[in-house]
T-cell receptor, first 112, second 113 residues
Framework: ETGVTQSPTHLIKTRGQQVTLRCSSQSGHNTVSWYQQALGQGPQFIFQYYREEENGRGNFPPRFSGLQFPNYSSELNVNALELDDSALYLCASSWAGRGTQYFGPGTRLTVL | AQSVTQLGSHVSVSEGALVLLRCNYS??????LFWYVQYPNQGLQLLLKYTSAATLVKGINGFEAEFKKSETSFHLTKPSAHMSDAAEYFC???????????FGTGTSLTVIP
């Protein structure tokens, strides 16, 4: 059984740029959720994708967008990067949009 | 909206001592409750979960937690701390049919040799 994987591991961008983060869900899971974890904080829910459609969104602006593909992998896109976007971005997979979420190792984004 | 409060952002215990990490939640409906552990520069690993079955839940690495509805609490315990338990611990809650997890701010556990 393959766990949740994320790429890249680390990323450095400058303010105003755009970034794409990628996530592959655990085998057998069809739902992917994205979280932002600022330093010293708990993860904050960004949005969830289920069957290739957004299935819930947290309090994040529209410049945070996502996609889910037929193989259930997912992308998180952030446009017009701001310094406060610097954080660990976590992807979690689950079954049918509910229940236990299993997390990947995260992508550390630094915005300069 | 759901919310989770973790009392004590830092907890220190001696090796072999009892570990007690506190979590209180606010929910108008019976929730699902989770504890995750995060080691430095890593993602979150599931320790245990409560999903309305037994109120005392046993997890990995000797951890357990008890759901107390009257106190809206889900405290994490381990009888004897080990050096390898040093990490950040997060309590999370979701509604039964919810898709969003609400996390506490975390408790950093230090184990003193």
């Amino acid at each position: 059984e393959t766990g949740v994987t994320q790429s890249p591991t680390h990323l450095i961008k400058t303010r105003g740029q755009q970034v794409t983060l990628r996530c592959s869900s655990q085998s057998g899971h069809n739902t992917v959720s994205w979280y932002q974890q600022a330093l010293g904080q708990g993860p904050q829910f960004i949005f969830q994708y289920y069957r290739e459609e957004e299935n819930g969104r947290g309090n994040f602006p529209p410049r945070f967008s996502g996609l889910q593909f037929p193989n259930y992998s997912s992308e998180l896109n952030v446009n017009a990067l701001e310094l406060d976007d610097s954080a660990l971005y976590l992807c979690a997979s689950s079954w049918a949009g509910r229940g236990t979420q299993y997390f990947g190792p995260g992508t550390r984004l630094t915005v300069l | 909206a759901q919310s989770v409060t973790q009392l004590g952002s830092h907890v220190s215990v001696s090796e072999g001592a009892l570990v007690l990490l506190r979590c209180n939640y606010s929910s108008s409906v019976p929730p699902y409750l989770f504890w995750y552990v995060q080691y430095p520069n890593q993602g979150l690993q599931l320790l245990l979960k409560y999903t309305s079955a037994a109120t005392l839940v046993k997890g990995i690495n000797g951890f357990e937690a008890e759901f107390k509805k009257s106190e809206t609490s889900f405290h994490l315990t381990k009888p004897s701390a080990h050096m390898s338990d040093a990490a950040e611990y997060f309590c999370a809650v979701s509604e039964e049919t919810g898709n969003q997890f609400y996390f506490g701010t975390g408790t950093s556990l230090t184990v003193i040799p």
